[in-house]
């Protein structure tokens, strides 16, 4: 009635096999040994890259491979034996013989697609003499780029791509055609790459002798140095320009020159506003303005907590521009800020040179100025440096001051003015106890190695539930300071 019946069992077992035939094939990743002199599975590494499949891993003996090679859109990782070794790192070179990228990415790579310890060497490009990343974001990590050429971007050329790139080192990468050519070390194009733990010095370019970036990127630069780099035009270590906002963190800017044009350390242009927090600025050295940084074309940087000291023609210098210092130490420059725009200058430290100059005059509060300003919260006294001639602009202080060589706090016999001096409406942040409740002047004013305040007499150990300033007495300057600060919020 119902047609021929057939046993459960067999039509299960059927369908079984049927799904069996028609599932993808379950694939393993898989190791390939690659190896220029000794058996292995490939003796070059583009002949590795073509065997392999996303999730695989190459592992490159120690060697010199004179190859160009490609990723093609493979999310693989390619590393040398031991990438933690800087040793085998310096061993383990692709060389690129003058003709062409010596790696490329441009197939939708992404940081799952890794390159591991490598040296990259004799790169010679129109872009990217060592990298050359389109549309792409992989990771790079534990590389050396040295001695690579380029019109833009001779270590590393990033266009609308978001590469990871962390302790990497770019030495004498050079990206110059003619009076053409931006970033020796790094350049970004419509990119927002992270840079992290690298080093570049000695790299060379018309502009951004470093990284230089352009055309709306912004790129994440932290715990970096950029040292000893040279650039004929703008941006010996950084080039920020048309409307590039990068975001520059707890990194080192120092020693760079530029030889005709100005910011040796930082050149802003293009309306270009980068954000540069915790970082030192010193010894840069220029032909043109603004030794420091150089603001220009109604660019806009956010300085914060920075240190500039022994920059050569201006530690800050504005054209048409309105930058915004909050908590820096400017000292000891060959002149302090040169206006020519209207920078914002609040609990700031100037003191040691030429101090100010240019019109109109810049708005400045709450610093110590040496000579004197005229605006509000202003005074002119001694910042008493911890050791100002061996690089220590920590505040001192009978109550305490952080010592970075010794790393502990320890004790003067004197307290800085600048201390507990700032605009007391700034949040006194990450300040120990006990701070006073108003911010301190100066590079490390709300941050963790903020100098203490001293009331004249023993150090306070104790917390007390209402004592606002730290003085160990709940009292009307307690009330004062909550009842400022609640009317500013509320």
């Not at 060379?204 to 790129?219: F, K, L, R, T, V």
């Not at 040279?230 to 270590?237: A, C, I």
């Not at 020519?340 to 700031?348: A, D, F, K, L």
């Not at 109109?360 to 110590?368: C, G, H």
């Amino acid at each position: 009635m119902y047609g021929k019946k057939y046993p459960l069992g067999k039509c299960t077992a059927f369908s079984i096999f049927l799904l069996l035939l028609t599932a993808p094939a379950i694939t393993t990743a898989r190791t390939i040994y690659v190896d220029d002199d000794n058996p292995a599975d490939f003796n070059n590494i583009q002949a590795a890259i073509n065997n392999t499949n996303n999730g695989d891993t190459i592992i490159v003996a120690d060697g010199t491979y004179y190859e160009n090679i490609n990723f093609k859109g493979k999310n693989i990782v390619l590393r040398s034996t031991n990438p933690n070794d800087p040793n085998i790192v310096a061993t383990t070179i692709i060389d690129g013989f003058q003709s062409g990228s010596v790696v490329t990415f441009e197939n939708c790579e992404d940081a799952n697609c890794v390159l591991n310890g490598f040296t990259i060497t004799n790169g010679n490009a129109s872009n990217g003499g060592g990298i050359y990343c389109r549309g792409g974001s992989p990771t790079i990590t534990n590389c050396n780029f040295n001695r690579n050429w380029a019109v833009n971007g001779a270590g590393i050329y990033n266009q609308e791509s978001n590469p990871t790139i962390t302790n990497c080192s770019f030495n004498e990468n050079e990206a110059r055609c003619g009076n053409w050519g931006f970033g020796g070390g790094v350049y970004n194009y419509q990119s927002n790459p992270i840079i992290e733990r690298c080093i570049m010095t000695n790299n060379y370019a018309e502009w951004g002798g470093g990284i230089a970036c352009n055309e709306n990127s912004s790129p994440t630069i932290k715990n970096c140095m950029i040292s000893g780099n040279l650039t004929y035009q703008d941006g010996g270590g950084i080039y920020c320009g048309s409307s590039s906002n990068p975001v520059i963190t707890n990194s080192k800017i120092v020693s760079n020159e530029s030889e005709e044009a100005g910011g040796a350390g930082i050149a802003c242009f293009g309306g270009s506003a980068p954000v540069i927090t915790n970082c030192t600025v010193a010894g840069n050295g220029t032909g043109g303005p603004g030794g420091g940084i150089y603001c220009g074309d109604n660019s806009n940087p956010m300085i914060n907590n920075c240190l500039f000291v022994g920059n050569c023609y201006g530690a800050v210098w504005c054209s048409n521009s309105s930058p915004s210092l909050e908590n820096c130490t400017i000292a000891y420059n060959s002149a302090g800020i040169c206006n020519g725009g209207s920078p914002t200058v609040r609990n700031c430290i100037v003191w040691g040179s030429v101090t100010l100059y240019g019109e109109p005059k810049p708005w400045i509060i709450f610093s110590d100025v040496q000579g004197g300003w005229p605006d509000q919260g202003n005074i002119d006294a001694d910042p008493c440096f911890a050791n100002a001639a061996n690089g220590d602009y920590h505040l001192k202080s009978q109550a305490g001051r952080w010592d970075a060589n010794e790393g502990r706090w320890t004790k003067d016999d004197m307290t800085s003015l600048c201390i507990d001096a700032g605009d007391p409406n700034s949040p006194i942040g990450l300040e120990p106890f006990p701070n006073g409740g108003i911010i301190n002047m100066g590079a490390y004013g709300g941050t963790r190695e903020a100098s203490k305040s001293y009331f004249g007499e023993p150090v306070c150990e104790t917390i007390v539930a209402g004592d606002i300033n730290g003085d160990c007495r709940v009292d009307f300057k307690d009330f004062a300071l909550l009842a400022f600060h609640w009317l500013e919020e509320h």
